[in-house]
């Protein structure tokens, strides 16, 4: 088939949600950090004037990204992955601890933050690997190496940001996809379920209930399949793990961690102060009401009230000043942007291309959804940022190279054959 541009194939309704995202996003983040008295002089030092050179870096970035040939990110994968695990092992040497964490790099003023790079790099791996006809996600073999891409990159950051270190975690997704049996989820979701279970109720309780529902299971099954030393190591296992979730909890976890799942889990806390973020939070939002104060006008946001407005809780600024009509045209600016992404990523005729959609789209998901949910207190406040919307020039850039690279890969579809 004859070569055809990249211009001509492009899909604009992608880079039209986009844009609307950093547009709205970078009029939040100039009202949660704008002087209350108004603006003398555009302050560039300032994070809505920095911000504002960020998206500007960015426009220069979206270019190069689609004039590249769509090959290269296929063929350069292994080497973008092997740079990012450096990038994230030089922090315990080279990093820039800020609030307790080392997740950065400092140049000058500004600040580099390798897990959001490493995230694009480990989307381009898992997609390379798994592109192979001869791949099976049904060996095992397959299974352990398509979790180990994941693995890697979430144990180098998992001791200084556990929060981002999810977020490689739901790649599971993809995987899933491509013919991962559910059964690796649905492990993850019941580990997941007894720690949180382990923390509310008494561990004695729920070994009781396990024990129940393994000798049930053990009965109701036939003789001839019925297997004692199975089922003893099954509930042996989850024992040991529910009797070692409160060990975790308190020792494992950092002070801080504890904490943000305290007020998750509504125990007792000082809204002075571990419970302060979220109590601010919920005010905000609670006093948009249905249209908002308007713009500049949210007394919350302007008065500084709700710690780190401008990053991890930038949302409420949005339900504050624009309310709940105005919330929602955001979230469905981003529910669309990430439906047409996947709508998109089936009509990809490379395998490459579809695999590296659909980790997208588990990227952009994690981090709409915890983000909200954590402003809105029925997430853990984790420290993940709401993409394209948050602060920050690594963040911005990181979800500008996912989405483009895509959208590349998308408008070269037409010449695969």
Known sequence: MRSQSTIANIDWLTIFLYMALVVMGWLNIFSASSPVEGITEFDFSAEYGKQLMFIGLSLFLIVFLLSLDAKIYEKFSGIFYIIALLSLAGLFVFGKTVNGQTNWYGIGSFSIQPSEFAKVATVLALAKFLESPQINLKEFATQIKALSILGLPMLLILPNDPGSALVFMFLIFALYREGLPFIYILIGAVVLGLFVLALIVDSTYIIGGVFLLVA???????????????SSIVFVGISLFVFSSSYIFENVLQPHHRDRINVLLDKEVDTKKEGYNLNQS???IGSGGLFGKGFLEGTQTKGNFV????????????AEEWGFMGSLVVILCFVGLMFRILVLAEKQRSKFSRIYGYGVVCILFIHFFANIGM?????????????????GGSGLWAYTLLIFIFIKLDANKVNEW
Request: glycine share 4%.
């Open 282 to 284: 919920k005010i905000a």
């Open 216 to 230: 049930l299971h053990y009965f109701r099954t036939k003789k001839v399949h019925r297997n004692i030393i199975a």
């Open 375 to 391: 402003v809105l207190g029925i997430f853990p406040t984790i420290g993940i940022p709401l993409p394209l919307f948050s602060y």
């Open 307 to 318: 710690p780190e407005q401008h990053t991890d809780f930038i949302f409420t600024t949005v």
